[in-house]
């Protein structure tokens, strides 16, 4: 998740042209260089201003100092102001700042006029910090504004995202092991930011919000029985602001019958078992993985009186769908059986039976595998079983409005954990 969020100033957050382009037309007239033609001096937004004027105009060290004074001199008094915010911007920035992220702004600006541009349009309140270079030249390349930024606020590398216009904010970021998205609304082109490393790129000021929030959402991965099938779509809609859901595959073929396990309906320990270990060959991994089975292990033949699975086999296959599930995923999370009763499930003068004291025991087992091996659990069984007896359309599935009650249980569950 990207908690920190890093913007650069010039062709990011405000169009600086007019008075960038200015300050360099005003040095270069000290050195009796004239430039009419202000869009030619474009590239010297982004990068750091002594560079520039080294590379383009082959100054050396002392020359380039000097231009660098002579640009601050007009660009202190006139081009500081000489520039708009983009549209959108405020918007955009007042989403990230709701979605509780914190803004920094890393510029190659010295840290004076940023803030005075900053303040200037209204735009400080957003932002925890406003870091730019300094006006001795101490720190005046992006990697090294980025540097500072991550140093001084103690900010995990993998918790940041950079976000410029330019190669230089790309590559600054990439030499400090920060993650960075380009925009081409500002200086830069979309194969100028792509070239450079970008990991996003984005065209609009709207889609820098929309991306991140996009990008922070974690995601679930579903593996159950058919009552999870039933209830996922309205658990679906009700994370969908947080998290993005997604489930084992086959759910046409899952609903065709219910009874079953074959697609999304992943069956007994011994499926769901063999379900992870083929996965683990592939090299799946899961962000947020939500796991349910044991009612297809206490399927009980009519005629034979044999359960599916025993206790003590569902237990050992628990320990290993544990093991394997906390290698494959960075959180994993337990969800309990449902309840039988035994005069609605056992009603049927054909197939396979289901006892409820089966159901509370291999509950109460799976309970207590989880708790060793400290996995959290949503205790699916006593909430439905609370909800009475009135609660379902057939012998083990529910009524629509008792599965948008179970996907409301789970779904606080993991607002409250993740």
């Known amino acids: 998740m990207y908690k920190y969020i890093l913007f650069d100033l010039d062709g990011t957050l405000t169009n600086s042209k007019e008075g960038i382009t200015k300050s360099v037309q005003y040095a270069l007239n000290k050195f009796n260089i004239s430039v009419q033609d202000l869009n030619s001096l474009e590239k010297f937004i982004g990068p750091p201003l002594k560079d520039s004027f080294m ?29 708009e915010i983009y549209p959108n911007i405020e918007s955009m920035l007042s ?11 890393a510029t190659s600006k010295p840290t004076v006029f940023s803030e005075k541009i900053l303040d200037h349009f209204n735009l400080a309140k957003f932002f925890d910090a406003i870091v730019g270079s300094t006006l001795d030249g101490s720190r005046s390349k992006k990697s090294d504004v980025i540097k500072f930024v991550l140093k001084k606020n103690k900010i995990n590398p993998n918790e940041a995202l950079m976000i410029g216009d330019r190669e230089h904010d790309i590559i600054g970021a990439a030499k400090n092991n ?22 996003y790129v984005v065209d609009t000021v709207n889609e820098i919000a929309e991306k991140i929030i996009s990008l922070n959402k974690r995601n679930i991965f579903v593996i159950g029985d058919s009552v999870s099938i039933h209830y996922g779509p309205f658990l679906n809609k009700m994370i969908k602001d947080k998290f993005n859901y997604d489930r084992k595959r086959g ?80 959180k994993f999370i337990w969800v309990g059986l449902t309840p039988i009763i035994d005069k609605i499930h056992n009603s049927r003068k054909e197939g396979f039976l289901r006892h409820s004291r089966d159901a509370e025991n291999y509950n109460n087992a799976a309970l207590q595998i989880m708790k060793e091996y400290d996995v959290p659990c949503i205790d699916m069984y006593n909430f439905t079983k609370n909800l009475g007896e009135d609660i379902y359309f057939d012998h083990v599935h529910y009524k629509e409005e008792i599965r948008k009650l179970q996907a409301a249980f789970i779904a606080g569950y993991l607002d409250c954990i993740l």
């Open 55 to 83: 590379e383009y105009y082959d100054f050396d060290e002392n020359k380039a100092d000097e231009a660098v004074k002579y640009y601050r001199e007009y660009f202190s008094e006139k081009g500081l102001f000489e520039n």
């Open 178 to 199: 920060i993650t960075s998205m380009g925009v081409t609304y500002g200086f830069g082109s979309h194969s100028e930011l792509k070239k450079a490393g970008a990991a």
């Open 95 to 105: 989403k990230l700042k709701d979605a509780g992220l914190h803004l920094i702004v």
């Open 251 to 330: 759910i046409d073929q899952a609903l065709v019958d219910l009874d079953t396990p074959v697609g999304a309906n992943a069956g007994d320990s011994r499926m769901v078992l063999s379900y992870l270990q083929e996965e683990c060959k592939k090299n799946t991994k899961y962000d947020v993985l939500l796991l349910n089975c044991g009612l297809h292990d206490i399927r009980v033949n009519r005629e034979t009186n044999e359960i599916q699975v025993g206790i003590e086999e569902y237990q050992e296959n628990l320990i290993e769908i544990i093991k394997l599930s906390k290698t494959m995923s960075n």
